[in-house]
C-alpha cells in the first residue's frame, strides 16, 4: 500500500513507464504496513510462505517485493550505502561490529554462503531489524527446533488484513517508580528539511519549533602546520611581513601581531626580565599591573577622574600587598576597601540595573573578601585577626554548628589571646538556638582558668600576651554584668566578695602557689560558713586559716540593735490590676529585696533547707573557675571601685570598653544629675547607663531613688569599712570620696523631687559621714575630701557654713599654690559656685570667685574675702597664670612625666579667670592654645595617639578642659544675650574628638533643642557616626530625633487630646526607624541591651504591635540574656505572658515568682 494514497495512481504510471523514476517514489511506499490477514506471531514458521504465495497479492505491491526488482535497484543503492557508510563510521562503529557478529550467526545457523559480496555490502549500511528481516524472509532456511523463541517480522506478513499489534501483558515496574516512560523507548525522528507534502510552498508554510535561521554550513577542520598541505607551502617563496598602524581594538585577534624589526626596540635586560625575552605587555603582568590605559582606552573615550581614582587605589592596594605580605592592617583594609569598591561606579561595581543586580551581587562580594582574606592568612598563618574578620565573614555563609565548630577550633590554637576569648564569649551569648545561661556561665568559668594559667606560666606552650592581667579583669567584668543582667545577682555579688577575699586577705603560705592551688586552698574557707565581705563580722581569708591553724574560732554574737527585721514589702499589692502587672511589681520587688545571696543565719539555728528559694544559694562550684589573680595594685583598687559601682554607688571608674556597651541597659545616660540647672558646679558623672545590681525598672520610668532598702545600704557600709584600711593615701581619699558621693546623690535626688522630709534626715545623715571621715589623720588633710563636703553643705543651702569649710581648707593647704592639683581643683569649685550666685557678669570683677583665683595665683597663704580685689592683684594674677601655663605645657612636652592632672587643673582655673575679668573670647583663647600644644607635641613625639592623634596621658587632661569650655559658653548664654553659633561651634568641635563623651552629647542634645533647623545637626550626626566606633552619637541621634518627634506632637495636640495634623510630621517616625536599623547593624549597637529597648518602646509607642513582636524576638536573637527585654516584652504584650515566662525558664534566666506561686498569692 502507498504511504499516500493520494499519489498511489501517479506511482503506477511512473513505474510502468520509467522503471527508474519507479525507484526515485520508492519512499512513498511503506513496507511495513500491508492490508490482509495477519498471522499471530505465535503461528509455526512453516505456515507463513504458503500463505503468503496462496493469497492473491494486493492493489500494488512494494517495489522490492520481486527479485527482478531488487537486482535492478542493488547496483544504484551501492555506491550511497558505502557514501553513507563513510560518513557515519566512526559514530556507529560499535554497531557495526554488533551487525558482524549477528550476520556471522544467521551465515552458519543456515550453513550456505549464498548471498553475494553486493548484497552484503548493501546490508552493512541498513540496521539490524533489516538484517533479521532477510534472513527470516529466505524459503530455504531451516527452522530452528525450539518454535516457542522464533519471531515473525510484520514486514514479512502482507496476506494479513486488519489492526495488527501485539499484547504485553507483562508489566513494566520502572514505570510506577519513575512515574513516566523510559526515555530510550519513545521513538525519534529526524526531520529533514522545513517543507511539508501537500501544501502550496507560495501560499502556505509551516512553522517549525527549533528551526534553524540557516543552511549549516560545513564545518572545515583548520590545518595545522605539520600536515602536508601545509608543509608545502614552506618551500614557496616567503614576503617581508611588516606592523600596520592600526587603531586598537576591543576584539579578539585571531593572531598574534608582528611588529616591524625596523620600529622594534631592543629588549632591556631588568631583574624581572634578565634574558630580554619578555614583551612589555608580559613584563607587566608579571608585576601585577595591566595593560597601559592607553592600550585599552578607546579612541575618542573622555576619561573619567573617579574610576581612574579608584583604579589606582585598586592597583595600589595589590602592590602593597604584593611587596608587604606581612601587613595585617593593609589586608583588612584591602578587604574593607571592597566595599568602596561595590558600591562607586566604575570598572569594579556591579552592572547597572538597580537595587535587585546589587542584591544578586552581595554573595559575590562576600566570596571576594573571603577570597582575599583566604589569600591573606595564607601569607600569616598565625594571624587571630584575619582569623577573627574571617569567622565575621562567613557567619553569612555557615551554619551555626559549622560557625561554632570553627571558633572552638580558633580559641584551642590560640588559648592566651584574651581579645579572641571576649569575641568568643560574646559569640556564644548571641546563639540564640543554643544559648542557656550555665553553658555561658561555664565557658566564662572555662576561659578565666585557661587564661590564669596562660598568666601563671603553666602552660609552656603559649606565652602569655601583654596585657593579660587587664584582659582578664575586664573578663572578669563581663561575666559578673553578664549574671547580673540573667537575673542572678546573688551569683555575681557572690563573684565580687570571692574575689575581695582572694586578692586582699590571701594567706602567706599560699602566694607563691599558682592560681588553681589557690582555689584550692580556698574552697575550704567559702565552705566554712564564715562571714564575708559585705556581711558583718566579716575578716577576711587570712585571719580564719590563722584561726585555724590555732585550733577554731571565734563565733562573736550579733547586736541586738541589728536583729530588727526589716518592714515586710507588700509585694502584690492592688488586686485589680492584670495579671501581667501584677507579677511585674511583685517580679521586681523581689529583684530590689533578693540580690544578696542566701546563707543560713547560725544564731538562729537556720539550715540550707531552710532557703525558700535555692536558687539564692550559692555553692563554690559556681564561683570556682572564675577566680583570677590580680598582682597589680592599679587593678586591686579597680576591684574594689567595680563592686562598688556594681552596688549603684556612684565612682569614677567606668567599666573597660569591651563591656560597656553589653553593659547598658537603662536610660539614664540622656539625664544627668544637676548639669542643666547648674552648668559649672553640677558636674553630670563620666558615664551612665548601667544600671545598678537589683534595678530592672521599667523602660521610660521616672528615676528611682538612688540606694537599697535596710539591709542594701548595711551591705555597702561594711564594704566600705572593710576596704578602706587596705588602701592608703590618694586611693583612700578616692574611696572616702565615693561614699560621701553615694550619700550625696541621695541628697540631689530628695531636691529632685522636694521631698523637705528626706531631704532633712538625709542631709543630717551625710552631714554626720562626712565629719566622721574628715576626723581620720588620713583623710583630714585631703583636700578633696574638704571640696566634697563644702559642695554637700552648698546643696543643703548652707553657703556660709561652705564657705567657712572652703576658707578652711584653703588656709590649710598653704601656699601651694597653682603647683597642687587638688588646690586648683578645690579653689576652681568654690569659685564656680559663687559665679553661680551672681545675677550678671558684670559684677564679677568684685565677687569672691575673682578673690579666689587670684588669691591661688599668689604666693601667700589664702587669706578671707576682704571685700574687693584690687585690679593690681588681677594683673599679677594674669601673668602668674601664664608663666604657670606655659611651664606646665613645657613639662607636658619634655621628657620627664609631669604631675598627674596639674595642666588641666591650672587651664580650667585660668580659663574661669580669664572669663570672669576679660571675657568669654579670652576664655576660648586658652583652651585653643592647650589644645594646640597638646596636639603639636603629640605629632612631634610620635607617642601612642589618643583622640585626635594626643597621647593618651594627656587626652583626659584636655577632655577636661574642653568640657569645662563648653560649660562656660553654656553659663554666659544663660546669663548674657550671645550667639549660638560659638557654643555650637564648639560643641561639634569636641565632639568630633571625643565622641564617647556622653556630657558633650548631653550639652549638645540641648543646644540643638532650641533650633528648628535639623539639617545641620542630621549632617553632624551621619559625619560621626560614620567615622566614630562608639555607640553614643547613634543613641544620642536617636534621643535628638525623638525630642524633635515629641515636640511636634505638643503642637499637634489641642488640650492633651488627639493629634491634629497641623503641622507636617516631614517623615521623623521613618527617620527614627531608619537610625534604630543602622544603630542595630554596627557591632556594638547589636548586643547592646539599652539599644533594643529603646527601639522596642518606640515601635509599641507607635501602636504597631505586630513589628514591636518582630524586633522583641529580633533582640532575643543578639541578646538572649537580657531579663529586661523579657520584662519589657511582658508589659507590652501581657497576652502572651506564658509563652515569655516558658522563654526565660529555657533559657535558666532567673524567675523570681513562678506562676504557680503568684497564683497561691491570689488565692490569699
Known amino acids: 500500500m502507498a504511504l499516500f494514497p493520494a499519489f498511489a495512481d501517479v506511482d503506477e504510471v511512473a513505474d510502468s513507464r520509467n522503471p527508474r523514476k519507479g525507484a526515485d517514489l520508492d519512499w512513498l511506499h511503506n513496507p511495513s504496513f500491508c492490508v490482509g490477514a495477519v498471522v499471530a506471531p505465535c503461528q509455526q514458521p512453516q505456515?507463513?510462505?504458503?500463505?503468503?504465495?496462496?493469497?492473491?497479492?494486493?492493489?500494488?505491491?512494494?517495489?522490492?517485493?520481486?527479485?527482478?526488482?531488487?537486482?535492478?535497484?542493488?547496483?544504484?543503492?551501492?555506491?550511497?550505502?558505502?557514501?553513507?557508510?563513510?560518513?557515519?563510521?566512526?559514530?556507529?562503529?560499535?554497531?557495526?561490529?554488533?551487525?558482524?557478529?549477528?550476520?556471522?550467526?544467521?551465515?552458519?545457523?543456515?550453513?550456505?554462503?549464498?548471498?553475494?559480496?553486493?548484497?552484503?555490502?548493501?546490508?552493512?549500511g541498513r540496521s539490524s531489524r533489516s538484517v533479521s528481516k532477510k534472513d527470516s524472509g529466505k524459503p530455504g532456511q531451516e527452522s530452528p527446533t525450539d518454535t516457542s523463541c522464533q519471531f515473525v517480522w510484520l514486514e514479512d506478513v502482507q496476506a494479513l488484513s486488519g489492526e495488527t499489534f501485539r499484547m504485553d501483558k507483562k508489566p513494566d515496574p520502572a514505570n510506577w517508580e519513575y512515574k513516566c516512560p523510559y526515555r530510550g523507548h519513545i521513538a525519534r525522528y529526524k526531520r529533514k528539511g522545513n517543507s511539508c507534502l501537500g501544501l502550496d510552498p507560495r501560499r502556505q508554510c509551516v512553522s517549525w519549533e527549533g528551526a534553524p535561521a540557516g543552511q549549516k554550513r560545513a564545518h572545515r577542520r583548520v590545518e595545522r602546520y605539520f600536515t602536508k598541505r601545509s608543509a608545502g607551502l614552506l618551500s614557496l617563496d616567503s614576503e617581508a611581513v611588516s606592523a600596520?598602524?592600526?587603531?586598537?581594538?576591543?576584539?579578539?585577534?585571531?593572531?598574534?601581531?608582528?611588529?616591524?624589526?625596523?620600529?622594534?626596540?631592543?629588549?632591556?635586560?631588568?631583574?624581572?626580565?634578565?634574558?630580554?625575552?619578555?614583551?612589555?605587555?608580559?613584563?607587566?603582568?608579571?608585576?601585577?599591573?595591566?595593560?597601559?590605559?592607553?592600550?585599552?582606552?578607546?579612541?575618542?573615550?573622555?576619561?573619567?577622574?573617579?574610576?581612574?581614582?579608584?583604579?589606582?587605589?585598586?592597583?595600589?592596594?595589590?602592590?602593597?600587598?604584593?611587596?608587604?605580605?606581612?601587613?595585617?592592617?593593609?589586608?583588612?583594609?584591602?578587604?574593607?576597601?571592597?566595599?568602596?569598591?561595590?558600591?562607586?561606579?566604575?570598572?569594579?561595581?556591579?552592572?547597572?540595573?538597580?537595587?535587585?543586580?546589587?542584591?544578586?551581587?552581595?554573595?559575590?562580594?562576600?566570596?571576594?573578601?573571603?577570597?582575599?582574606?583566604?589569600?591573606?592568612?595564607?601569607?600569616?598563618?598565625?594571624?587571630?585577626?584575619?582569623?577573627?574578620?574571617?569567622?565575621?565573614?562567613?557567619?553569612?555563609?555557615?551554619?551555626?554548628?559549622?560557625?561554632?565548630?570553627?571558633?572552638?577550633?580558633?580559641?584551642?590554637?590560640?588559648?592566651?589571646?584574651?581579645?579572641?576569648?571576649?569575641?568568643?564569649?560574646?559569640f556564644c551569648q548571641s546563639q540564640f538556638s543554643t544559648?542557656?545561661?550555665?553553658?555561658?556561665?561555664?565557658?566564662?568559668?572555662?576561659?578565666?582558668?585557661?587564661?590564669?594559667?596562660?598568666?601563671?606560666?603553666?602552660?609552656?606552650?603559649?606565652?602569655?600576651?601583654?596585657?593579660?592581667?587587664?584582659?582578664?579583669?575586664?573578663?572578669?567584668?563581663?561575666?559578673?554584668?553578664?549574671?547580673?543582667?540573667?537575673?542572678?545577682?546573688?551569683?555575681?555579688?557572690?563573684?565580687?566578695?570571692?574575689?575581695?577575699?582572694?586578692?586582699?586577705?590571701k594567706p602567706d603560705s599560699v602566694k607563691d602557689l599558682p592560681t588553681r592551688g589557690q582555689v584550692e586552698f580556698f574552697e575550704p574557707f567559702w565552705d566554712s560558713g564564715e562571714p564575708r565581705p559585705g556581711e558583718k563580722g566579716a575578716r577576711g581569708w587570712r585571719a580564719w586559716m590563722h584561726q585555724q591553724e590555732r585550733g577554731g574560732w571565734v563565733v562573736v554574737s550579733p547586736d541586738e540593735e541589728d536583729e530588727e527585721p526589716d518592714e515586710d514589702e507588700q509585694e502584690i499589692g492592688?488586686?485589680?490590676?492584670?495579671?501581667?502587672?501584677?507579677?511585674?511589681?511583685?517580679?521586681?520587688?523581689?529583684?530590689?529585696?533578693?540580690?544578696?545571696?542566701?546563707?543560713?543565719?547560725?544564731?538562729?539555728?537556720?539550715?540550707?533547707?531552710?532557703?525558700?528559694?535555692?536558687?539564692?544559694?550559692?555553692?563554690?562550684?559556681?564561683?570556682?573557675?572564675?577566680?583570677?589573680?590580680?598582682?597589680?595594685?592599679?587593678?586591686?583598687?579597680?576591684?574594689?571601685?567595680?563592686?562598688?559601682?556594681?552596688?549603684?554607688?556612684?565612682?569614677?571608674?567606668?567599666?573597660?570598653?569591651?563591656?560597656?556597651?553589653?553593659?547598658?541597659?537603662?536610660?539614664?545616660?540622656?539625664?544627668?544629675?544637676?548639669?542643666?540647672?547648674?552648668?559649672?558646679?553640677?558636674?553630670?558623672?563620666?558615664?551612665?547607663?548601667?544600671?545598678?545590681?537589683?534595678?530592672?525598672?521599667?523602660?521610660?520610668?521616672?528615676?528611682?531613688?538612688?540606694?537599697?532598702?535596710?539591709?542594701?545600704?548595711?551591705?555597702?557600709?561594711?564594704?566600705?569599712?572593710?576596704?578602706?584600711?587596705?588602701?592608703?593615701?590618694?586611693?583612700?581619699?578616692?574611696?572616702?570620696?565615693?561614699?560621701?558621693?553615694?550619700?550625696?546623690?541621695?541628697?540631689?535626688?530628695?531636691?529632685?523631687?522636694?521631698?523637705?522630709?528626706?531631704?532633712?534626715?538625709?542631709?543630717?545623715?551625710?552631714?554626720?559621714?562626712?565629719?566622721?571621715?574628715?576626723?581620720?589623720?588620713?583623710?583630714?588633710?585631703?583636700?578633696?575630701?574638704?571640696?566634697?563636703?563644702?559642695?554637700?553643705?552648698?546643696?543643703?543651702?548652707?553657703?556660709?557654713?561652705?564657705?567657712?569649710?572652703?576658707?578652711?581648707?584653703?588656709?590649710m593647704a598653704g601656699a601651694g599654690g597653682l603647683r597642687d592639683a587638688q588646690l586648683c581643683e578645690l579653689g576652681l569649685l568654690y569659685a564656680q559656685l559663687e559665679v553661680?550666685?551672681?545675677?550678671?557678669?558684670?559684677?564679677?570683677?568684685?565677687?569672691?570667685?575673682?578673690?579666689?583665683?587670684?588669691?591661688?595665683?599668689?604666693?601667700?597663704?589664702?587669706?578671707?574675702?576682704?571685700?574687693?580685689v584690687l585690679p593690681v592683684h588681677i594683673l599679677k594674677a594674669r601673668k602668674a597664670y601664664e608663666h604657670a601655663l606655659q611651664d606646665a605645657l613645657q613639662e607636658s612636652c619634655g621628657s620627664e612625666p609631669a604631675p598627674a592632672g596639674r595642666l588641666g587643673s591650672l587651664a580650667k582655673c585660668?580659663?574661669?579667670?580669664?572669663?570672669?575679668?576679660?571675657?568669654?573670647?579670652?576664655?576660648?583663647?586658652?583652651?585653643?592654645?592647650?589644645?594646640?600644644?597638646?596636639?603639636?607635641?603629640?605629632?612631634?613625639?610620635?607617642?601612642?595617639?589618643?583622640?585626635?592623634?594626643?597621647?593618651?596621658?594627656?587626652?583626659?587632661?584636655?577632655?577636661?578642659?574642653?568640657?569645662?569650655?563648653?560649660?562656660?559658653?553654656?553659663?554666659?548664654?544663660?546669663?548674657?544675650?550671645?550667639?549660638?553659633?560659638?557654643?555650637?561651634?564648639?560643641?561639634?568641635?569636641?565632639?568630633?574628638?571625643?565622641?564617647?563623651?556622653?556630657?558633650l552629647w548631653r550639652a549638645y542634645v540641648q543646644t540643638q533643642s532650641k533650633s528648628h533647623s535639623a539639617s545641620k545637626t542630621r549632617r553632624f550626626f551621619d559625619t560621626v557616626t560614620r567615622s566614630a566606633a562608639s555607640l553614643e552619637p547613634w543613641l544620642f541621634a536617636i534621643e535628638t530625633e525623638k525630642a524633635r518627634k515629641r515636640r511636634v506632637e505638643t503642637v499637634q495636640r489641642v488640650d492633651g487630646g488627639e493629634i491634629h495634623t497641623t503641622i507636617p510630621e516631614i517623615g521623623l517616625t521613618n527617620r527614627i526607624q531608619a537610625l534604630f536599623e543602622h544603630a542595630i547593624q554596627t557591632d556594638r549597637g547589636r548586643q547592646c541591651p539599652l539599644l533594643w529597648r529603646m527601639y522596642l518602646h518606640f515601635l509599641v509607642s507607635l501602636g504597631n504591635r505586630e513589628r514591636s513582636k518582630g524586633v522583641f524576638y529580633k533582640a532575643l536573637q543578639n541578646c538572649p540574656w537580657a531579663k529586661v527585654l523579657y520584662m519589657d516584652a511582658l508589659e507590652y504584650f501581657p497576652d502572651e505572658m506564658q509563652e515569655i515566662l516558658d522563654l526565660m525558664t529555657e533559657k535558666e534566666l532567673r524567675v523570681r515568682l513562678p506562676l504557680e506561686e503568684l497564683e497561691l498569692l491570689l488565692e490569699d
Open 47 to 124: 505456515e507463513v510462505p504458503r500463505l503468503t504465495s496462496e493469497q492473491s497479492p494486493p492493489t500494488r505491491s512494494p517495489l522490492k517485493s520481486e527479485p527482478s526488482d531488487e537486482s535492478a535497484v542493488g547496483p544504484q543503492l551501492k555506491p550511497a550505502s558505502r557514501k553513507k557508510k563513510k560518513e557515519k563510521k566512526r559514530k556507529r562503529r560499535h554497531e557495526h561490529k554488533r551487525t558482524e557478529r549477528r550476520r556471522g550467526r544467521s551465515s552458519s545457523s543456515s550453513g550456505s554462503g549464498s548471498g553475494s559480496e553486493v548484497d552484503a555490502d548493501a546490508d552493512r
Open 244 to 426: 600596520q598602524s592600526e587603531p586598537p581594538t576591543t576584539e579578539p585577534l585571531g593572531f598574534i601581531p608582528v611588529k616591524d624589526a625596523g620600529e622594534a626596540a631592543p629588549p632591556v635586560a631588568t631583574w624581572l626580565n634578565p634574558l630580554g625575552v619578555y614583551d612589555p605587555s608580559t613584563t607587566q603582568w608579571l608585576q601585577g599591573q595591566g595593560p597601559m590605559e592607553q592600550e585599552l582606552k578607546p579612541p575618542g573615550a573622555q576619561a573619567d577622574p573617579a574610576s581612574a581614582l579608584l583604579k589606582a587605589k585598586v592597583e595600589e592596594l595589590n602592590r602593597k600587598v604584593r611587596e608587604n605580605p606581612r601587613d595585617i592592617q593593609l589586608w583588612l583594609a584591602f578587604v574593607a576597601f571592597q566595599d568602596e569598591v561595590a558600591q562607586s561606579p566604575g570598572p569594579y561595581a556591579t552592572e547597572a540595573g538597580g537595587q535587585e543586580k546589587r542584591k544578586r551581587s552581595l554573595k559575590l562580594l562576600l566570596e571576594k573578601k573571603l577570597a582575599i582574606l583566604e589569600r591573606a592568612i595564607g601569607s600569616n598563618p598565625s594571624s587571630v585577626a584575619l582569623k577573627l574578620a574571617r569567622l565575621q565573614l562567613c557567619a553569612e555563609f555557615w551554619e551555626p554548628a559549622t560557625l561554632l565548630k570553627e571558633w572552638q577550633t580558633l580559641v584551642f590554637l590560640h588559648p592566651n589571646d584574651a581579645a579572641l576569648w571576649q569575641r568568643y564569649l560574646l
Open 435 to 505: 544559648f542557656s545561661v550555665s553553658k555561658v556561665h561555664s565557658l566564662y568559668g572555662k576561659c578565666l582558668s585557661t587564661l590564669s594559667s596562660v598568666n601563671d606560666g603553666s602552660i609552656l606552650s603559649h606565652p602569655a600576651l601583654p596585657g593579660t592581667e587587664e584582659a582578664l579583669f575586664g573578663l572578669f567584668l563581663q561575666q559578673c554584668h553578664f549574671l547580673r543582667q540573667a537575673g542572678h545577682a546573688e551569683k555575681a555579688v557572690s563573684l565580687f566578695q570571692a574575689m575581695v577575699d582572694f586578692t586582699f586577705f
Open 574 to 811: 492592688d488586686r485589680t490590676l492584670p495579671r501581667a502587672q501584677i507579677w511585674l511589681r511583685a517580679e521586681r520587688s523581689r529583684d530590689r529585696r533578693h540580690w544578696r545571696p542566701w546563707r543560713p543565719d547560725r544564731t538562729k539555728k537556720q539550715t540550707e533547707e531552710d532557703c525558700e528559694d535555692p536558687e539564692r544559694q550559692v555553692l563554690f562550684d559556681d564561683i570556682g573557675q572564675c577566680l583570677i589573680r590580680l598582682a597589680s595594685p592599679e587593678l586591686q583598687f579597680q576591684l574594689v571601685a567595680a563592686f562598688l559601682q556594681f552596688l549603684g554607688v556612684p565612682c569614677d571608674f567606668a567599666p573597660p570598653a569591651s563591656c560597656l556597651y553589653m553593659a547598658m541597659d537603662e536610660s539614664s545616660i540622656f539625664t544627668g544629675g544637676l548639669g542643666g540647672e547648674k552648668p559649672l558646679s553640677g558636674a553630670s558623672p563620666a558615664f551612665s547607663g548601667v544600671s545598678g545590681v537589683g534595678r530592672m525598672d521599667q523602660f521610660g520610668a521616672p528615676c528611682a531613688a538612688p540606694g537599697h532598702d535596710r539591709e542594701g545600704e548595711e551591705f555597702i557600709r561594711n564594704i566600705f569599712h572593710l576596704a578602706l584600711p587596705l588602701f592608703s593615701g590618694k586611693d583612700k581619699a578616692r574611696l572616702c570620696a565615693a561614699w560621701l558621693q553615694h550619700e550625696t546623690a541621695k541628697v540631689v535626688w530628695c531636691l529632685h523631687t522636694k521631698a523637705k522630709k528626706k531631704l532633712r534626715s538625709q542631709g543630717k545623715n551625710c552631714r554626720k559621714l562626712a565629719k566622721n571621715l574628715l576626723r581620720e589623720p588620713e583623710s583630714n588633710s585631703s583636700v578633696g575630701l574638704w571640696r566634697h563636703y563644702a559642695h554637700l553643705e552648698w546643696l543643703l543651702g548652707n553657703t556660709e557654713d561652705a564657705r567657712k569649710v572652703l576658707d578652711t581648707a584653703l588656709g
Open 836 to 868: 553661680e550666685l551672681l545675677p550678671a557678669a558684670q559684677e564679677a570683677t568684685a565677687s569672691r570667685a575673682v578673690h579666689v583665683l587670684t588669691g591661688l595665683a599668689q604666693s601667700a597663704p589664702y587669706g578671707p574675702y576682704p571685700g574687693h
Open 910 to 999: 585660668f580659663m574661669l579667670f580669664q572669663y570672669l575679668t576679660v571675657g568669654i573670647e579670652a576664655a576660648g583663647r586658652i583652651h585653643e592654645q592647650v589644645r594646640a600644644k597638646l596636639k603639636g607635641s603629640a605629632v612631634s613625639e610620635g607617642s601612642g595617639p589618643g583622640p585626635a592623634g594626643q597621647p593618651q596621658s594627656w587626652a583626659g587632661e584636655l577632655e577636661a578642659i574642653t568640657l569645662l569650655h563648653t560649660s562656660l559658653l553654656q553659663f554666659h548664654l544663660s546669663v548674657s544675650v550671645h550667639p549660638l553659633a560659638p557654643l555650637r561651634e564648639a560643641l561639634t568641635e569636641a565632639l568630633r574628638l571625643y565622641p564617647g563623651n556622653q556630657a
